[in-house]
């Protein structure tokens, strides 16, 4: 089985379900989807899927485990990627840094990355550490642009809410064209797909919500 970077750990005594999780997600970035059994995830480790039980119930159990350390680890990244200034946040050199740390972390973590944003999983009442997970995630990212609205630096119109969210979508977009195949960042990827700027979707988001002046 093919390993992705930054996604397979090696299974020890004690640690089953990260192993499972690791597991999993090397599957899913192989086969760009989850069309695999929690026995099979468990054989890959060299445990019985009784064990694998043990951890997670079912399969859907096992993505949303996937998806909330996922939403962890990018808020993680994302939250790093954020620049300081003396007096807040400069919401501009932040957006332009977090924006490219969410693309580097969809491309290290395709498998992770996909199972993320399963509709099927978005059920609060089943999956409520995978929602929370997700919505920290988002709020990091509204936190960014109210620090911009409120400095002046960003337009003030529509909510930071909204502006994030649109920001998430564009870039979350150009993420998954990326992982298909159906868009490549200059010479990387396949010769037949279109070519494309990170720094140029960035650049343009930024430009677009920055506050008018004079």
Known sequence: MATVPGERRGFHHGDLASALVAAASDLIAVRGGADFSLREVAESVGVSHTAAYRHFAAKADLLAEIAARGFARLDA????????????????????????????????????????????????????????????????????????????????????????????????????????????DGAVGPAAAPPADRSFLIDAIVLGIAARRG
Not at 103 to 119: C, H, I
């Open 77 to 184: 990244a994302v939250t790093a990627a954020i620049v300081r200034r003396g007096d807040g946040v400069d919401a501009p050199a932040s957006l332009r840094a977090t924006g490219l740390a969410y693309l580097d972390f969809a491309e290290l973590n395709p498998g992770a990355y996909r199972v993320m944003f399963l509709a099927e999983l978005c059920d609060s009442s089943r999956h409520p550490a995978l929602v929370a997970a997700a919505s920290r995630a988002l709020l990091t990212l509204v936190g960014v642009v109210a620090a911009g609205q409120a400095a002046g630096d960003l337009r003030a119109d529509p909510s930071a809410e909204i502006i994030a969210a649109a920001i998430w979508a564009a870039v979350h977009g150009h993420a998954l064209l990326l992982l298909d195949g159906q868009i490549r």
